[in-house]
C-alpha cells in the first residue's frame, strides 16, 4: 500500500516551473485565431510581411536584421548549423538546452562556472579571461536561467568585443528579457549595429504565455550569414495562424504593461516573504523566477517538492542543472494569490 499522502485535490496544479506569465494566454491571441480559423486552409505566405514588421517595430530593428523560427531551439540548431562550432563555452549554471543541442552538432563544450559566492553574477573581465582562440561560439543568457541574474549591456559589449578579437560567434539568449524593470536598457538588440559576430535571440514563449505557438525570432546584422540563413530555411516555416496571432500579439501594449506590473510586484512580495526564513538562501530575482538553496542539512528540494506537490504546487528541482544540487530549487512568480499559497507552503517545511 502506498504510504505516501496524495495531493489535495481541492487545490489546481499551479506550475511554478514553468515560468510563464500569470497573465496567460493574450486576449488578442485567442480573438486571432478564433477569427482567422479559415486561414489553415491556405499555405502561409512565405514572405510574412505583416509579421515581420511587427516583429521589427516590436524589436526596434530593421526588418532585414529578423530572423524567425519554429522556437528557441529550432533557432539555436539553425545557428550551430551555421557557425558548426568545433568547441564552444557555455556558462553554469544556465540553461540545460544549449548542452544538448550543441551536442547533437559534435561539439567540444567547455564551461565557465559562476561564482555561488558572488550570487551567480557574471564578473565579465574574469570571463573575458577565459576566452581562448579555439573556441567558435559562446552562448549565455540574459537574464540567465535558473540564477534570475542580468547583465549590464556595457558588460555584453565587452564580452562581445573580446569575442570579436578572437573570432568567436555570441549568441545572447533574452528569452526572459522583458520581465525585467526597464528591460529597454538592458537588451543587447542594440549591439548588433556595432559586432557582426552576434545574434540576439528571443522567444514568445514565456512572456506572452503561448509556447503552443512555437515562435521565435533573432536580430543579426552580418549579410554573409544573413544569406545563408535565407537560403537554407524553409521559407513558409511559420505557421498561418501562429504568424497571425503573434502579429498582433506583438501590439497588445495593455498586455505587455500589466505583465511587466505584475511581475514587478509578486517579484518584490515573494522576495521579502520568504526572506523571513532563516533555512533558505533566495538569490535576489531580477526576471520572472527565483532561485533558492536549502540550508538544512537534513532537507533537500526533493522534500519540499513533494510537500509543494501536495496542493498543486509545482517547482523546479535544479540537481540537473550543471553547477547545482539537490539543495537548490526554482519557482517562478504568479498571481497573488497563488504566490500567497506558495509561499506559505515552502515555509511550513524549510
Do not use: W
Amino acid at each position: 500500500m502506498n504510504k505516501d499522502p496524495l495531493r489535495i485535490e481541492q487545490y489546481a496544479t499551479v506550475l511554478f516551473n514553468a515560468n510563464l506569465n500569470p497573465l496567460g494566454i493574450p486576449e488578442t491571441v485567442k480573438n486571432s485565431i478564433e477569427e482567422s480559423i479559415e486561414s489553415i486552409v491556405h499555405y502561409p505566405d512565405i514572405y510574412y510581411n505583416k509579421l515581420r514588421t511587427a516583429v521589427s517595430e516590436y524589436a526596434g530593428v530593421p526588418i532585414d536584421q529578423v530572423v524567425m523560427g519554429n522556437g528557441s531551439t529550432d533557432l539555436l540548431k539553425l545557428f550551430a548549423s551555421l557557425i558548426m562550432p568545433k568547441k564552444a563555452l557555455l556558462l553554469t549554471p544556465s540553461s540545460t538546452e544549449y548542452e544538448v543541442v550543441l551536442k547533437a552538432y559534435n561539439t567540444e563544450l567547455c564551461f565557465y562556472a559562476l561564482s555561488e559566492e558572488e550570487e551567480f553574477k557574471v564578473n565579465v573581465e574574469d570571463l573575458i579571461s577565459a576566452l581562448t582562440t579555439d573556441l567558435d561560439m559562446v552562448i549565455l543568457a540574459n537574464p540567465n536561467n535558473p540564477t534570475s541574474k542580468k547583465m549590464e549591456v556595457s558588460d555584453i559589449r565587452k564580452l562581445a568585443a573580446a569575442c570579436k578579437e578572437k573570432d568567436i560567434f555570441l549568441m545572447i539568449d533574452e528569452m526572459y528579457i522583458e520581465f525585467l524593470d526597464d528591460y529597454e536598457t538592458h537588451t543587447s538588440i542594440p549591439l548588433v549595429n556595432e559586432f557582426d559576430n552576434i545574434t540576439v535571440l528571443r522567444s514568445v514563449s514565456k512572456f506572452f504565455a503561448v509556447p503552443g505557438l512555437r515562435f521565435a525570432y533573432a536580430i543579426i546584422n552580418n549579410p554573409v550569414h544573413k544569406e545563408i540563413i535565407d537560403r537554407i530555411t524553409t521559407k513558409n516555416n511559420i505557421a498561418s495562424l501562429s504568424a497571425i496571432a503573434i502579429t498582433n500579439m506583438f501590439k497588445d501594449t495593455e498586455y505587455i504593461e500589466q505583465s511587466r506590473s505584475i511581475i514587478h510586484t509578486e517579484r518584490s512580495l515573494v522576495y521579502l516573504a520568504m526572506s523571513t526564513s532563516k533555512t533558505i538562501k533566495l538569490y535576489r530575482p531580477d526576471a520572472n523566477f527565483m532561485l533558492v538553496k536549502i540550508l538544512r542539512d537534513d532537507l533537500n528540494a526533493a522534500d519540499v517538492a513533494a510537500h509543494c506537490n501536495k496542493r498543486g504546487i509545482i517547482i523546479r528541482k535544479c540537481d540537473d542543472i550543471r553547477g547545482l544540487d539537490s539543495k537548490f530549487f526554482r519557482i517562478c512568480f504568479m498571481n497573488p494569490k497563488q504566490n500567497d499559497l506558495m509561499v506559505n507552503t515552502i515555509l511550513e517545511i524549510v
